[in-house]
């Protein structure tokens, strides 16, 4: 069976460097919020070009967190609107709801899967206080647009870069595209930890240090708190395994490149639909979704020739028993692409054997 994702591969690959990692934290005595929690901070502001990172201790959090924030400083509060794609994975959403905020959705192309620009400003209202674009699959949304609705109508933006560790737009990266942005290092993203993990970059100073408060109980300064809190922080033993893979980050992605080319250039079949990359290095493919419509039978037939392959995602956040005031909402082309896509394997670790295998197969799909 080709996995969709052999997680234990791509870890084992640095396998000598994160037990060295390992050994380092357990020998310093320091085992939250230490030198490799400050040393990972630096290092992962530097690599987004942002003044300031934030470790927190998941990517739903770091979210959260920045909404959390801009209510202390009070830049939006309870029942304000935010914009968000009505595609996205479902904690772009909750990060909204749980800060007593109002998600908006807002349909995405249905080629790029991204939030789209053309229909947001038919959903400010006097009280939308911020967009939030989510770079799903790993590809950057198109932030030159987005930035210019939200400096129209005064509003904050937030990028969700849970899966766009690394993509530029333009000349910047995910993470210095917007006013803040929430990263998660869940083992299976493009960084990934060897457990939760996530983290918040930004340029803004101010906001920087609410959210460093905000996520040690509200506490600038020991036994001083400032907010009421939560505890929600990056672990010492993961910012140092999160240290070593940042430096194969660029690597992991040129990889990731590559099969995608591949993908792209090979599969030559009118029953599927591959997806549109606006340019290079704005993706880096943490996710390769063709669409279809017969989907089910297509995963299927995958599956009886060992090619394993995910469904992200089947049903969307207005379906969920979650979101009940939304089920009889309706948002047809969020439908159409949960009930199109197949994500293919893809990896760091995929050998071109593997990849060609998957073109051939899909190739002969009828
Ligand atoms: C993974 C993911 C998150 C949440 O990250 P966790 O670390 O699992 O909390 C948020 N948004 C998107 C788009 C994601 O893919």
């Known amino acids: 069976m080709i996995p969709f994702l ?13 037990i060295e990692a390992c050994t ?15 040393e990972f ?26 909404l959390r924030a801009y209510k202390e400083m009070g830049v939006m509060s309870d029942g304000d609107e935010v914009i968000v794609p009505s595609n996205t994975y479902i904690a772009s959403i909750l990060a909204i709801s749980q800060n007593n905020l109002v998600p908006i959705l807002v349909e995405p192309d249905i080629n790029t899967f991204l939030l789209d620009p053309a229909k947001i400003e038919e959903k400010i209202t006097s009280k939308t206080k911020a967009i939030l674009p989510v770079h799903l699959y790993g590809q950057t949304c198109e932030m030159s647009k987005i930035n210019a609705i939200a400096k129209k109508h005064n509003l904050k933006v937030i990028e969700d870069s849970a899966q766009s560790h690394g993509a530029y737009f333009e000349d910047k990266r995910s993470g210095n595209l917007g006013d803040a942005s929430g990263f998660s290092f869940y083992p299976g993203k493009n960084l990934g930890a060897l457990g939760d993990g996530g983290a918040v970059t930004t340029n803004d100073e101010e906001l920087a240090s609410a959210i460093k408060a905000l996520g040690n109980y509200g506490s600038h300064k020991k036994y001083e708190n400032l907010y009421k809190g939560i505890n929600s922080r990056l672990d010492e033993m993961q910012a140092a395994m999160l240290r070593v893979k940042l430096r194969y980050l660029d690597n992991e992605v040129e990889k990731r490149r590559g099969i995608a080319n591949y993908y792209l250039q ?23 979704a063709i669409r279809t419509n017969k989907r089910d039978e297509l995963q299927k037939y995958l599956q009886e020739n060992d090619i394993q392959t995910l469904i992200h995602y089947p049903l969307p956040p207005h379906k969920q028993n979650a979101y009940k005031e939304w089920n009889n909402d ?11 896509v197949l994500s293919l394997p893809i990896s760091g670790v995929q050998s071109l054997e593997d990849t060609m295998q998957i073109v051939k197969v899909l190739n002969e799909y009828k």
Do not use: M
């Not at 084992?12 to 460097?17: C, E, K, L």
């Not at 380092?24 to 400050?38: A, L, M």
């Not at 630096?42 to 920045?66: H, M, P």
């Not at 029953?271 to 290095?281: F, H, M, S, V």
């Open 330 to 340: 309706s948002y047809p082309i969020s439908g159409q692409i949960h009930n199109e």
């Open 24 to 38: 380092r934290v357990i020998d310093s005595g320091w085992y939250i919020q230490g030198n490799e929690h400050k």
């Open 41 to 66: 901070e630096k290092e992962f502001a530097a690599y987004c070009g942002t003044k300031y990172a934030i470790g927190v201790a998941n990517g739903l959090d770091a979210l959260i967190l920045v």
């Open 266 to 288: 090979n599969i030559k079949n009118d029953k599927l639909i591959l997806p549109t990359l606006r340019a290079e290095d704005n993706h880096v493919w943490h996710l390769f």
């Open 6 to 18: 052999d997680l234990k591969g791509i870890n084992t690959q640095y396998r000598a460097a994160l």
